[in-house]
């Protein structure tokens, strides 16, 4: 039996695949459009979903959308109707949008997927998942657990933003929710908005910017912002927001209460705005860890699964980890709306279908170590780089692996394409850019010279997995980069007093470790722990990389620069290289230099992207 499930129309677009219950595939389609955050139909997934199955359209058995349009309209209407006078603009504009397209959205639908099979069976075959719901089953069915705890927390489903559940078996049971417009993840999303940065993309940049300052305003947030309850149950001030009723997050209360206006994309940052990302920070994690402490004691689950956006903030699960109230947490890659088309799909095979789920041993998911996207065989490969006009070797694999070093050890930024692209936001070692972590200079080099973004962005450790507790203070598993922890203090460098004494953007370009490409101001990484059974290529690469210098980790950012989606195909790859300082290049058994490639091909990729 075959289900695709889509996400499509709010942002991250992206299709999935499965197979009798067994995930086939998964992509965003914004790897294939090149449009970051795509939110239109996703064609190209689909096909793509398609092609890997090898299967026809026809053969797919249910087609399942992630999401219940009605009920998200209902949502729009009410809260119109509960500020009215106020917001009219806001509502006049959405009302536009769904009037022409998601009011009747299975019209639309059928619409988009009458370019794939022209059949008068396919509304037949369409079902429709609750956003939580799709999030939740993302979460559950893939984890190792049987029976676990469930957390979804997002800006907004269709009513809910907060839901807790329980899995056992094929079956999840929603619990309890916290309803629109009460929302974590707008909560967090406002405060992106006033430190300018982009709603729905800036948030990992707000928790990035977060150990550069003080939460001096963590006291203000929750007294005039939001109520926390004991249970971590919580209602917002709306007085302070304008996400309801306006075209923007917060108004000119919010202003008045945190000092002046949101800050312009382009100003620069002060440590007043760090102040503030540290503050929201602080107060996410408090809510966070006070909801996770009520899910343990009042369902008696041993094991927690996380999805939704906020389940992307690894500091935040980095602390529910600490916390000690559950034995371990599993979290969803695609934790965003991507991830939804996933959930979908896995929700109807077990819930709408009641096909029994197949679970792990507890300690292996069913994601693959979410290596689902396309891959290149190698003549595709060589076939594409010559249409390019690319000069490369092709060399044996353990040539690949031992190049790849040599060039880490000599300082050099290496791109790594090599087998099936990752779903969700992270780069896990199939596309990505890696480079030494020991050099004092690699992280304003990388975010200077080949990201082409702002300075204070950390940097990621990929570590073998089995040396992860050498280098990092982190307890559990975190092949998918969703947790944050400390470096290992013998591995920290002594500050002085002086250093002690930095504030904001100073701290940056202080040594804090021996690896400190990777090593945050407060002495954190968010980590990925790298395994021989699902990337046994890049576990030989830092493997090879240990042996030449005993250190077991690389640097780990995402093949793309600011504002460019994950590079996809080898075209895409060789692109982004020739528009930026990334000095060689592996993709496949393909090795490039940059040193050997005509001049004439190179790009200037700066400014190729909008902002993201």
Same mark, same amino acid.
């Given at each position: 039996?075959?289900?695709?499930?889509?996400?499509?129309?709010?942002?991250?677009?992206?299709?999935?695949?499965?197979?009798?219950?067994?995930?086939?595939?998964?992509?965003?389609?914004?790897?294939?459009?090149?449009?970051?955050?795509?939110?239109?139909?996703?064609?190209?997934?689909?096909?793509?979903?398609?092609?890997?199955?090898?299967?026809?359209?026809?053969?797919?058995?249910?087609?399942?959308?992630?999401?219940?349009?009605?009920?998200?309209?209902?949502?729009?209407?009410?809260?119109?109707?509960?500020?009215?006078?106020?917001?009219?603009?806001?509502?006049?504009?959405?009302?536009?949008?769904?009037?022409?397209?998601?009011?009747?959205?299975?019209?639309?639908?059928?619409?988009?997927?009458?370019?794939?099979?022209?059949?008068?069976?396919?509304?037949?075959?369409?079902?429709?998942?609750?956003?939580?719901?799709?999030?939740?089953?993302?979460?559950?069915?893939?984890?190792?657990?049987?029976?676990?705890?469930?957390?979804?927390?997002?800006?907004?489903?269709?009513?809910?933003?907060?839901?807790?559940?329980?899995?056992?078996?094929?079956?999840?049971?929603?619990?309890?929710?916290?309803?629109?417009?009460?929302?974590?993840?707008?909560?967090?999303?406002?405060?992106?908005?006033?430190?300018?940065?982009?709603?729905?993309?800036?948030?990992?940049?707000?928790?990035?910017?977060?150990?550069?300052?003080?939460?001096?305003?963590?006291?203000?947030?929750?007294?005039?912002?939001?109520?926390?309850?004991?249970?971590?149950?919580?209602?917002?001030?709306?007085?302070?927001?304008?996400?309801?009723?306006?075209?923007?997050?917060?108004?000119?209360?919010?202003?008045?209460?945190?000092?002046?206006?949101?800050?312009?994309?382009?100003?620069?940052?002060?440590?007043?705005?760090?102040?503030?990302?540290?503050?929201?920070?602080?107060?996410?994690?408090?809510?966070?860890?006070?909801?996770?402490?009520?899910?343990?004691?009042?369902?008696?689950?041993?094991?927690?699964?996380?999805?939704?956006?906020?389940?992307?903030?690894?500091?935040?699960?980095?602390?529910?980890?600490?916390?000690?109230?559950?034995?371990?947490?599993?979290?969803?890659?695609?934790?965003?709306?991507?991830?939804?088309?996933?959930?979908?799909?896995?929700?109807?095979?077990?819930?709408?279908?009641?096909?029994?789920?197949?679970?792990?041993?507890?300690?292996?998911?069913?994601?693959?170590?979410?290596?689902?996207?396309?891959?290149?065989?190698?003549?595709?490969?060589?076939?594409?780089?010559?249409?390019?006009?690319?000069?490369?070797?092709?060399?044996?694999?353990?040539?690949?692996?031992?190049?790849?070093?040599?060039?880490?050890?000599?300082?050099?930024?290496?791109?790594?394409?090599?087998?099936?692209?990752?779903?969700?936001?992270?780069?896990?070692?199939?596309?990505?850019?890696?480079?030494?972590?020991?050099?004092?200079?690699?992280?304003?080099?990388?975010?200077?010279?080949?990201?082409?973004?702002?300075?204070?962005?950390?940097?990621?450790?990929?570590?073998?997995?089995?040396?992860?507790?050498?280098?990092?203070?982190?307890?559990?598993?975190?092949?998918?980069?969703?947790? #944050?922890?400390?470096?290992?203090?013998?591995?920290? #460098?002594?500050?002085?007093?002086?250093?002690?004494?930095?504030?904001?953007?100073?701290?940056?370009?202080?040594?804090?470790?021996?690896?400190?490409?990777?090593?945050?101001?407060?002495?954190?990484?968010?980590?990925?722990?790298?395994?021989?059974?699902?990337?046994?290529?890049?576990?030989?690469?830092?493997?090879?990389?240990?042996?030449?210098?005993? #250190?077991?980790?690389?640097?780990?950012?995402?093949?793309?620069?600011?504002?460019?989606?994950?590079?996809?195909?080898?075209?895409?790859?060789?692109?982004?290289?020739?528009?930026?300082?990334?000095?060689?290049?592996?993709?496949?058994?393909?090795?490039?230099?940059?040193?050997?490639?005509?001049?004439?091909?190179?790009?200037?990729?700066?400014?190729?992207?909008?902002?993201?």
């Amino acid at each position: 039996m075959f289900i695709l499930g889509i996400s499509a129309y709010y942002h991250d677009s992206a299709c999935a695949l499965i197979k009798d219950g067994e995930i086939v595939a998964a992509a965003q389609e914004e790897r294939f459009t090149r449009i970051k955050h795509d939110p239109r139909f996703p064609h190209y997934a689909l096909e793509y979903c398609l092609r890997e199955a090898g299967i026809a359209f026809t053969d797919l058995d249910h087609i399942v959308f992630y999401d219940k349009p009605f009920l998200k309209f209902e949502r729009l209407l009410e809260t119109y109707i509960a500020f009215a006078p106020r917001g009219f603009k806001s509502f006049s504009t959405s009302m536009l949008v769904w009037l022409k397209d998601k009011l009747f959205l299975k019209n639309t639908l059928l619409r988009e997927l009458s370019f794939h099979c022209e059949s008068d069976d396919l509304a037949q075959v369409m079902l429709f998942s609750e956003h939580h719901l799709s999030h939740a089953a993302s979460a559950f069915y893939p984890s190792p657990y049987y029976e676990a705890a469930i957390l979804t927390m997002d800006g907004v489903g269709e009513w809910a933003t907060t839901s807790i559940a329980v899995g056992t078996g094929k079956n999840i049971e929603i619990i309890n929710e916290i309803h629109f417009p009460h929302s974590l993840g707008l909560l967090y999303s406002a405060f992106t908005y006033y430190t300018g940065f982009k709603v729905n993309s800036g948030e990992y940049k707000l928790m990035g910017l977060a150990p550069y300052g003080v939460p001096r305003y963590a006291a203000t947030i929750r007294e005039h912002l939001i109520d926390v309850k004991g249970d971590g149950s919580f209602r917002m001030n709306m007085d302070y927001f304008d996400y309801c009723t306006g075209l923007t997050m917060t108004n000119h209360r919010f202003n008045d209460l945190f000092g002046g206006p949101a800050r312009r994309a382009d100003e620069l940052l002060t440590p007043r705005h760090m102040d503030i990302a540290a503050s929201i920070q602080a107060v996410t994690e408090e809510i966070i860890v006070l909801i996770t402490r009520n899910i343990a004691a009042t369902t008696g689950q041993k094991y927690l699964c996380l999805a939704g956006g906020v389940a992307l903030n690894c500091v935040a699960n980095g602390r529910i980890l600490r916390d000690g109230a559950f034995d371990n947490i599993w979290i969803q890659p695609a934790a965003g709306d991507a991830g939804g088309a996933l959930g979908a799909a896995l929700a109807a095979y077990h819930l709408n279908l009641g096909n029994v789920r197949t679970h792990s041993d507890g300690s292996t998911d069913r994601m693959k170590g979410a290596y689902l996207g396309p891959a290149f065989t190698q003549s595709e490969i060589e076939e594409r780089l010559r249409n390019l006009g690319a000069v490369f070797d092709v060399v044996e694999d353990e040539a690949v692996l031992q190049k790849c070093v040599y060039d880490l050890v000599a300082g050099k930024a290496v791109g790594l394409f090599q087998g099936r692209m990752e779903f969700g936001p992270r780069a896990l070692g199939s596309r990505s850019i890696i480079a030494d972590p020991r050099s004092a200079m690699m992280q304003s080099q990388l975010n200077r010279k080949v990201k082409f973004r702002e300075s204070f962005r950390p940097f990621a450790p990929s570590v073998l997995s089995e040396d992860v507790g050498t280098w990092f203070e982190l307890s559990a598993d975190s092949p998918y980069m969703l947790f #944050c922890a400390d470096v290992v203090m013998d591995k920290r #460098c002594t500050m002085t007093d002086e250093e002690h004494t930095l504030f904001g953007i100073d701290k940056l370009n202080k040594v804090r470790s021996e690896i400190p490409a990777v090593t945050h101001v407060d002495y954190s990484a968010r980590i990925q722990s790298v395994h021989k059974e699902t990337n046994p290529r890049f576990h030989a690469l830092i493997s090879r990389f240990k042996e030449a210098t005993g #250190c077991a980790v690389v640097v780990n950012t995402s093949f793309n620069v600011r504002g460019e989606p994950i590079v996809c195909t080898p075209d895409d790859a060789f692109r982004c290289f020739m528009g930026t300082d990334i000095e060689s290049l592996a993709i496949g058994n393909c090795y490039l230099e940059k040193s050997k490639q005509n001049s004439q091909l190179l790009k200037d990729y700066r400014n190729a992207f909008d902002l993201d």
